[in-house]
């Protein structure tokens, strides 16, 4: 298996980004992604190009680009300028639009405009020429371009768009997001065994499991708010129970995104206390939340459908913890497998 680490979560300076990264690529890490929102993080991109510098095997990405704050020139010309730098150890997941773009006031766009935004990025890649007869001139590589997937809708598109994807979801249902992969990859007639699948998670590492998956609660209302069918799915696996105040908390948190966007809290003892009315079975299903030991375990069993895992630490007080214990007590166990 290979393994990344997603700095989400992450709220720090550009040379501490730098020292993580090269500490990723001693830790073992096969992959250091940066997300990408401008009102919460650094820009990536000079990140980025001062990591390929300083690193000589850790593939380096974005997790993830929206098509709408930047223009697809824009973001084909910064993803190919990353790749050279990197001497080709780069790839990029493009989404469409949550936290960069929720913040300043937009909104999401529609699957069919993603779907073309997508394309017309790697026709620039290609040095092909836009409508208006103008190319990137300097382009000499079709650089990697994935796409985040979370709903039905875009796993299956998924299955074709791009060179692949990043699926954002919980262990249990990781066959469910395998199965909608290869559906839509069937019905586009395209072979998967050529494309990049990561499969994606929140995690938390503790030595004190309940600890652990209180800490992860948060992060997964971000599921719920954002792809409420997903409790349905899951409810296929596990025939879970749901408090009575689970879509009222929920639609509250949706209503004042500004106030409940916990998958990016800062004060994250508080949103613990907030979001504890989430039942400890579905974050667990949502999550690689436990001990070290729990962890390999749920990865061991992944191995049948995903060998690219990338974990996202929860909060910015374990972000270093969870991402040192899992390079150290995770990743030696499994490299091989």
């Given amino acids: 298996m290979r393994f990344g680490i997603s700095f989400g979560a992450f709220y720090a300076d550009p040379h501490e980004y730098l020292k993580c990264i090269v500490e990723a690529e001693r830790l073992g890490y096969d992959y250091a992604f940066l997300p990408d929102s401008q009102m919460i993080y650094r820009d990536p991109f000079p990140i ?89 001139r300097y382009v000499t590589h079709d650089v990697p371009v994935l796409v985040m997937a979370t709903g039905e809708k875009m796993l299956r598109i998924a299955g074709w768009l791009g060179d692949g994807a990043a699926v954002l979801l919980g262990p249990a249902l990781a066959s469910y997001a395998y199965s909608q992969i290869q559906i839509g990859a069937k019905e586009a007639n395209v072979d998967t065994s050529k494309r990049m699948y990561i499969f994606t998670a929140f995690c938390s590492i503790s030595d004190d499991r309940k600890e652990a998956i209180a800490n992860v609660k948060p992060a997964v209302t971000w599921f719920f708010i954002n792809s409420p069918h997903i409790v349905k799915v899951l409810n296929n696996v596990l025939n879970i129970s749901l408090p009575n105040d689970f879509w009222s908390n929920i639609e509250r948190f949706r209503r004042d995104y500004a106030r409940h966007d916990y998958v990016h809290e800062q004060r994250w003892d508080e949103a613990v206390k907030e979001c504890a009315f989430i039942p400890d079975e579905i974050a667990s299903a949502l999550s690689l939340a436990g001990t070290s030991e729990d962890v390999v375990q749920t990865l061991r069993s992944l191995k049948t459908f995903f060998n690219e895992v990338v974990i996202r630490p929860v909060s910015t007080d374990e972000w270093y913890t969870v991402f040192k214990r899992f390079g150290e007590e995770v990743i030696p166990r499994l490299k091989h497998l």
């Fill in 48 to 136: 980025l190009g001062a990591a390929s510098i300083q690193t000589e095997r850790i593939t380096l990405g974005i997790m993830v680009s929206s098509v709408v704050t930047r223009h697809t020139s824009v973001l084909a010309s910064a993803f190919h300028t990353v790749y050279e730098l990197s001497r080709g150890r780069s790839v990029f997941i493009l989404g469409r639009g949550d936290s960069s773009v929720r913040r300043i006031g937009l909104r999401p766009v529609k699957i069919d405009e993603f779907i073309h935004k997508v394309n017309e990025i790697k026709q620039y890649l290609r040095g092909v020429k836009s409508s208006n007869g103008f190319h990137i």
